[in-house]
């Protein structure tokens, strides 16, 4: 038996990076797997991928814009029925952004806010009422070790990343009180090899690029997808069941310094 084994998943931005390793994880440890992204042609092939493998019917995808409330309620609907209900929502699409606070432009601030906490509320508001007849659920948004340890170049992404944190608590605070078993968690990573580290590979060459971020984490490494989607993983399982309005770090010990 797998560690999600029955239970039914829907993951954003899960057409590459984070999402793409958390959607294969837990497919392989039992679940069902809807994959969204507003790359929707990316988000079948990572379900196609993971139906080769696991067999058809193991993924779902749908093209998916996170900003968009009814395409939420859509998509939500779709997922729910196709894969027969609803236990595991993981909140992962999210942008980044480089500006201090006199250089954002406030267009951009108020897009990357839309983009990751927006999306997450009206995820959670629209995927409770689908979870709460489906035995234990888990919520788990991917944050930031952004959200917890801030920089002076990164005003909108320590800001929305943040929010994400206390969001994800008043969600777990709500759930408990309201039945149902479902737990809100958020997860923080570090650097990760990701598309969203290509802008500094481009600009130092990829080992040399990755050697530089690495030299600011305490393990002295960058993460690997696969390291938040274990994180993912236990945070979906019933091994957390006593687990909601926390955080977990997988930042290399840099929020230790």
């Not at 990751?116 to 948004?141: E, Q, T, W």
Request: one cysteine or more; charged letters at 20%.
């Amino acid at each position: 038996m797998g560690r999600v084994q029955g239970k039914k998943a829907f993951v954003t931005g899960g057409a590459q990076g984070l999402g793409e390793a958390t959607a294969h994880l837990l497919a392989k440890e039992g679940a069902k797997v809807t994959v969204t992204d507003i790359n929707g042609p990316g988000a079948a092939d990572v379900a196609d991928a993971i139906n080769a493998k696991y067999g058809e019917g193991t993924a779902f995808a749908w093209h998916h814009d996170v900003t968009d409330g009814d395409q939420w309620k859509t998509v939500l609907q779709q997922a729910h029925d196709a894969m027969g209900g609803l236990n595991i929502l993981v909140n992962n699409a999210g942008i980044g952004s480089l500006g201090s606070v006199e250089d954002e432009k406030y267009e951009i601030f108020q897009h990357v806010m839309k983009v990751d906490v927006d999306s997450i509320f009206l995820g959670c508001k629209y995927a409770i009422p689908l979870m709460r007849d489906h035995g234990l659920g888990s919520i788990i948004n991917i944050s930031s070790i952004a959200g917890i340890v801030a920089s002076g170049q990164y005003v909108a992404y320590n800001t929305a990343k943040a929010a994400v944190r206390h969001l994800s608590k008043s969600v777990a605070l709500h759930c408990a009180k309201t039945g149902g078993q479902i737990r809100s968690n958020s997860v923080h990573p570090v650097f990760v090899n990701t598309p969203i580290l290509d802008g500094v590979k481009k600009m130092f060459g990829e080992e040399e690029g990755l050697a530089k971020l690495g030299r600011q984490i305490p393990l002295g490494k960058v993460g690997e997808p696969d390291d938040i989607a274990y994180a993912v993983l236990y945070l979906a399982s019933d091994e957390s069941k006593l687990v909601t309005g926390a955080e977990l770090k997988v930042d290399g010990g840099i929020s230790a310094m």
